[in-house]
């Protein structure tokens, strides 16, 4: 198999019970020797402004998002951005990248900010 292409959710989690962003997303990953590239397109409708926005803040706050298959697999994934529109690379996360003690009290902040702002006050349904 040289490549393999799903649907997939990018999602940035605060903590083990808060998820800031979902993300709807089409993953292709190839194969070339010992060598794979993964890459992503949001879909499969564009992403609003408000979620662009969102998404956007929250690469700017750190680029590390869970890639959670529909079947239940999952894996940290270092996103960048590219050159065209909506289209993302994906890395493995690598441990030693982790969030720093400021970042995590932000993430944090705003995590208690947007749940606020919810109509009713509303929560982020719980990882699982």
């Known amino acids: 198999m040289d490549s393999y292409q799903a649907t997939a959710a990018l999602e940035w ?3 083990t019970s808060l998820c800031l962003g979902g993300y709807e997303v089409l993953v292709t990953v190839r194969v070339t020797g010992d060598d794979w590239a993964c ?3 949001f879909g499969p409708e564009p992403l609003s ?3 662009r926005e969102g998404f956007d803040f929250l690469m700017d706050l ?3 998002f869970t890639l959670r298959f529909h079947e239940g697999s999952e894996i940290l994934v270092d996103v960048r951005r ?3 529109a ?3 690379v ?9 969030l720093s003690s400021e970042a995590l009290a932000m993430a944090a902040e705003v995590g208690a900010a947007l749940r606020a702002a919810r109509p009713g006050g509303g929560s982020a349904a719980p990882r699982g």
Do not use: C, K
């Not at 994906?90 to 982790?98: D, G, K």
């Open 13 to 15: 989690w605060a903590n």
């Open 39 to 41: 890459e992503a397109v």
């Open 49 to 51: 402004d408000e979620d």
């Open 62 to 64: 750190d680029p590390v």
């Open 82 to 84: 590219t050159g065209d």
């Open 86 to 88: 909506g289209r993302l």
């Open 90 to 98: 994906l890395t493995a996360f690598e441990a030693s990248e982790s």
